[in-house]
Nanobody, 119 residues
Framework: QVQLVESGGGSAQAGGSMRVSCTGSGYRRNCMGWFRQAPGKGREGLAGITSDGTTYYADSVKGRFTISQNNAENTMYLQMNSLKPDDTAQYYC???????????????WGQGTQVTVSS
């Protein structure tokens, strides 16, 4: 059974930084990613990392967010810098269904962690 648990969300001021983490179990090493969903909006893929460590990002976060992982600890991170009020959303880590750079096809995800950015 796949289990993904996000942590590290909270509140920040615009321009600030935050790191969210995800610890997982029950799946083989695969492509992983982060997406977010704000109230009344659709799911937005943010960042992904393939099994060989290649990373990719949505244009909305490119240059501000960094995805990384520690395979030995089954932990993945999303470092978020230069935060904006528009980044306010529930953030989810996920296992991707298909593993290729640019994939936003999420198969399993956790319960999410809230990130709120105030101006």
């Amino acid at each position: 059974q796949v289990q993904l648990v996000e942590s590290g969300g909270g509140s920040a001021q615009a321009g600030g930084s935050m790191r969210v983490s995800c610890t997982g179990s029950g799946y083989r090493r695969n492509c992983m990613g982060w997406f977010r969903q704000a109230p009344g909006k659709g799911r937005e893929g943010l960042a992904g990392i393939t099994s060989d460590g290649t990373t990719y990002y949505a244009d909305s976060v490119k240059g501000r967010f960094t995805i990384s992982q520690n395979n030995a600890e089954n932990t993945m991170y999303l470092q978020m810098n230069s935060l904006k009020p528009d980044d306010t959303a529930q953030y989810y880590c996920a296992v991707l269904r298909l593993c290729y750079s640019g994939s936003w096809d999420f198969r399993f995800w956790g319960q999410g962690t809230q990130v709120t950015v105030s101006s």
